[in-house]
């Protein structure tokens, strides 16, 4: 069965300092791989996804992500973060499932930006 | 691009009645919607996939005769929560998958359910 740790529930940065939020996966084949951030009382939007290629993936918003197999980690980073970075952000892993994608998510990180 | 839609954003209804909440795929075809719940400061959990002509498939513990999945066309799945109570207030989200390989993910809106 897949499943995703997050092991941070929160986190609380100084604004422009980097910022890494860490999440494991088990998964039993080559997982697809995701991160959403969710805002108070908000869908979910896409940051970025991995699924082959360049470990190394690049998303929206400054951040960024990188494939460890070994290690089986998907962490997500900014260089940079603003006040407005501010919200819950989940980690997730995909299975494909019929004709779709079915995912599992990770208990999410609350992350705080102290200005 | 692909859209995801759910209605209603938010609804409010008595104890005992039932609600129904819409997952529509607006410019493509789904053969396959998930449905997610997401109780306050929680995170999102699986609870059924709707298959198009199909019966769903629900995940363990969720109860199908309460959570009725009906995926009638490519284009619409529907969540009704019957005989609804307090403890199922929370937040309802679905997802569509598309592309060949289904790796690209879109989520609806997300639909807000108070019961009272």
């Known amino acids: 069965a897949q499943s995703v740790t997050q092991p941070d529930i929160h986190i609380t940065v100084s604004e422009g300092a980097s910022l890494e939020l860490r999440c494991n996966y088990s998964?039993?084949?080559?997982?697809?791989l995701f991160w959403y951030v969710q805002s108070p009382g908000q869908g979910l939007q896409l940051l970025l996804k991995?699924?082959?290629?360049?470990?190394l993936v690049q998303g929206i918003k400054g951040f960024e992500a990188e494939f460890k197999r070994s290690q089986s980690s998907f962490n997500l980073r900014k260089p940079s973060v603003h006040w407005s970075d501010a919200a819950e952000y989940f980690c997730?892993?995909?299975?494909?499932?019929?004709?779709?994608?079915?995912?599992?998510f990770g208990t999410g990180t609350q992350l705080k930006v102290e200005l | 691009g692909a859209v995801v839609s759910q209605h209603p954003s938010r609804v409010i209804c008595k104890s005992g009645t039932s609600v129904k909440i819409e997952c529509r795929s607006l410019?493509?075809?789904?053969?396959?919607m998930f449905w997610y719940r997401q109780f306050p400061k929680k995170s999102l959990m699986l609870m059924a996939t709707?298959?198009?002509?199909?019966?769903?498939?629900?995940e363990q513990g969720v109860e199908k005769d309460k959570f009725l999945i009906n995926h009638a066309s490519l284009t619409l799945s529907t969540l009704t929560v019957t005989s609804a109570h307090p403890e199922d207030s929370s937040f309802y989200i679905c997802?569509?998958?598309?592309?060949?390989?289904?790796?690209?993910?879109?989520f609806g809106e997300g639909s807000w359910l108070t019961v009272v």
């Open positions: 997730a892993v995909g299975g494909l499932t019929g004709g779709g994608n079915k995912l599992t």
């Open positions: 709707s298959n198009e002509g199909s019966k769903a498939t629900y």
């Open positions: 998964y039993g084949a080559t997982p697809y």
């Open positions: 991995y699924f082959s290629g360049d470990t």
């Open positions: 997802s569509a998958s598309h592309g060949a390989s289904g790796n690209t993910i879109y």
């Open positions: 410019d493509f075809q789904a053969t396959t």
